[in-house]
C-alpha cells in the first residue's frame, strides 16, 4: 500500500527566503506526482504536477522535483511572500489504479 | 481553466436526514471522486466514478452512495446523516487519458447535529 510521507508538518520562515517542501513515498511505480496548495477552509488548488518521464516542472516562483528510484519529491519556493502561507499537499496515483494517495500536508507559515 | 463546481459551501442538517451534495465540472474529464477531509485524518477517498453510471468504492464508503447520470455531475448522498459525518467534503475531477492532473472544487462544510 503506497505512504506519502511530508516533513515537516509545519514551517515557519521569513518573507524573501527560498524553501523546499518535502515529499516521500513508499512505492515508486507512479505515473505523476501533484503538489498541491490549501488554504484554510477552501478546496485543493493544483500547483504542479509531474508526470514519471519527468524530473522537474516550474510555474512561476515554484519549482517541483521528482526521484522516483528514491521515492521522493520536492516544492522549492522561490523569495516567498505572505500570500505563499497555506498548507502544502503532494498527492500520487499508482500504475492501472486512479485513486490517489495524499500526504498530510506541510503548513507553511510565512512571517512579514 | 477547469472549474469544479460544489452546489453548497455549507450545511448545516440533523441526525437522520438525506442530505445530497452535488458536484459538476466542465472539462468533460471521465474520473470524479468524492473525499472528505478531517483534522488529523487528511484526505480520504469515499467514492469515485470513471464513467456515467460507474462508480467505484474508495476506503471509507460506508453510510454514502453515489450517483452519475451525466458525465458533467457527480452526486455524493448521505440517506441518514450522523453525527460522525460531519466534515469537509470536497469533489474533484480528472481526465486519465491526457496528463491526469486532478482538480478540486471549494469544497462544501457540512454539519450534522
Known amino acids: 500500500k503506497q505512504e506519502v510521507t511530508q516533513i515537516p508538518a509545519a514551517l515557519s520562515v521569513p518573507e524573501g527566503e527560498n524553501l523546499v517542501l518535502n515529499c516521500s513515498f513508499t512505492d515508486s511505480a507512479i505515473y505523476n506526482l501533484q503538489w498541491f496548495r490549501q488554504d484554510p477552509g477552501k478546496g485543493l488548488t493544483s500547483l504542479l504536477l509531474?508526470?514519471?518521464?519527468?524530473r522537474e516542472q516550474t510555474s512561476g516562483r515554484l519549482n517541483a522535483s521528482l526521484d522516483k528510484s528514491s521515492g521522493r519529491s520536492t516544492l522549492y519556493i522561490a523569495a516567498s511572500q505572505p500570500g505563499d502561507s497555506a498548507t502544502y499537499l503532494c498527492?500520487?496515483?499508482?500504475?492501472?489504479?486512479?485513486?490517489?494517495?495524499f500526504g498530510t500536508g506541510t503548513r507553511l507559515t510565512i512571517i512579514p | 481553466d477547469v472549474k469544479v463546481t460544489q452546489s453548497s459551501r455549507y450545511l448545516v442538517k440533523r441526525t437522520g436526514e438525506k442530505v445530497f451534495l452535488e458536484c459538476v465540472q466542465d472539462m468533460d474529464h471521465e474520473n470524479m471522486f468524492w473525499y472528505r477531509q478531517d483534522p488529523g485524518l487528511g484526505l480520504r477517498l469515499i467514492y469515485f466514478s470513471y464513467d456515467v453510471k460507474m462508480k467505484e468504492k474508495g476506503d471509507i464508503p460506508e453510510g454514502y452512495s453515489v450517483s452519475r447520470e451525466k458525465k458533467e455531475r457527480f452526486s455524493l448522498i448521505l440517506e441518514s446523516a450522523s453525527t460522525n459525518q460531519t466534515s469537509m467534503y470536497l469533489c474533484a475531477s480528472s481526465d486519465l487519458l491526457t496528463s491526469g492532473e486532478l482538480f478540486f472544487g471549494e469544497g462544501s462544510r457540512l454539519t450534522v447535529l
Open positions: 498527492a500520487v496515483p499508482n500504475f492501472g489504479n486512479e485513486k490517489l494517495t
Open positions: 509531474i508526470q514519471s518521464s519527468q
